[in-house]
T-cell receptor, first 113, second 109 residues
Framework: DTAVSQTPKYLVTQMGNDKSIKCEQN?????MYWYKQDSKKFLKIMFS???????INETVPNRFSPKSPDKAHLNLHINSLELGDSAVYFC????????????FGAGTRLSVL | GDSVTQMEGPVTLSEEAFLTINCTYT??????LFWYVQYPGEGLQLLLK?????DKGSNKGFEATYRKETTSFHLEKGSVQVSDSAVYFC????????FGKGTRLSVIA
């Protein structure tokens, strides 16, 4: 069983569209994250949730809205997609808040045309 | 906030060559230090960690020593294999994690 799974793996869409990426972890962890990795492999945190509550919200446009229906799921919805949103988005989880050992999903490659 | 400087890649080595990937950091306090690895098409996974000054983390033949005086955590391996081809990320352990820009390693047979 995949510990942290993301869907879809690839997402190709037009500018201006709205899309969602889903993430689920079966590790029983309390904390989940979204990261963005640009074309140069630079990885930056976007959001973190602990037990369904938002605890980290880095400088990310309002078009990005995370939602955590329960502590095993953290979805990312993106409105009005722009060319600059093209990147690989990684979901991750950790046992608890403040834990530095994180478990990553395989990533969702988003291409905005 | 924390920051990480890693050597620029890509690094291309022949099999069985010696590897060093440099990492220096600035961090609040004295957190644990980590190396994560990203194999092609996959997410990051923890490679090794060191929890305090002078500790050496090791895994899969890779080693890194926590050097508080030079704020460094250089990754080394004595004999690389083709299967080590990946992108390597250094990170101080304060949360949220701040990763370096990653160093791509390509090992050729």
């Amino acid at each position: 069983d995949t510990a942290v799974s993301q869907t879809p793996k690839y997402l190709v869409t037009q500018m201006g569209n709205d899309k969602s990426i889903k993430c689920e972890q079966n590790l029983g962890h309390d904390t989940m994250y979204w990261y963005k990795q640009d074309s140069k492999k630079f990885l930056k945190i976007m959001f973190s949730y602990n037990n369904k509550e938002l605890i980290i919200n880095e400088t990310v446009p309002n078009r990005f809205s995370p939602k955590s229906p329960d502590k095993a799921h953290l979805n990312l919805h993106i409105n009005s997609l722009e060319l600059g949103d093209s990147a690989v988005y990684f979901c991750a989880s950790s046992p608890r808040q403040g834990e530095s050992i994180q478990y990553f999903g395989a990533g969702t490659r988003l291409s905005v045309l | 906030g924390d920051s990480v400087t890693q050597m620029e890649g890509p690094v291309t080595l022949s099999e069985e060559a010696f590897l060093t990937i440099n990492c220096t950091y600035t961090a609040t306090g004295y957190p644990s230090l980590f190396w994560y690895v990203q194999y092609p098409g996959e997410g990051l996974q923890l490679l090794l960690k060191a929890t305090k000054a002078d500790d050496k983390g090791s895994n899969k033949g890779f080693e890194a020593t926590y050097r508080k005086e030079t704020t460094s955590f250089h990754l080394e391996k004595g004999s690389v294999q083709v299967s080590d081809s990946a992108v390597y990320f250094c990170a101080p352990g304060n949360t949220p994690l701040v990763f370096g820009k990653g160093t791509r390693l390509s090992v050729i047979a």
